[in-house]
């Protein structure tokens, strides 16, 4: 049986930035793709809809742009997911995932 591939998912921001060009976001993806094997990046529909469709799909991680959203209590959100038998993704800035993973 083949693994699933692993999912991050990524808000509206990071997508906009991403397309103009935006350092700290394109080093962000990259480092993504460099460290994570077989990753495939998700682009959830809608700006409030991006939390739950990232639990929903089961993605390991949300970077996001958005302050409010990127500064979600992680243990809160994980306590009121696992009432729906979700699993709560880890939400990070693009700027937290070069500060944390750069090569």
Do not use: Y
Request: proline share 6%.
């Amino acid at each position: 049986m083949l693994n699933p591939p692993k999912l991050v998912a990524v808000d509206t921001n990071v997508a906009l930035d991403f397309a103009k060009g935006v350092e700290d976001v394109c080093d962000a993806i990259a480092t993504i793709q460099a460290r994570i094997a077989g990753v495939e990046l998700l682009l959830p529909p809608t700006v409030m809809g991006e939390l739950a469709n990232a639990a929903a799909t089961s993605a390991d991680l949300l970077t996001s742009s958005d302050a409010e959203l990127a500064g979600v209590d992680h243990k809160k959100l994980a306590v009121k997911l696992d009432r729906f038998d979700l699993i709560a993704p880890v939400i990070v800035t693009p700027r937290e995932v070069v500060k944390k993973f750069f090569r």
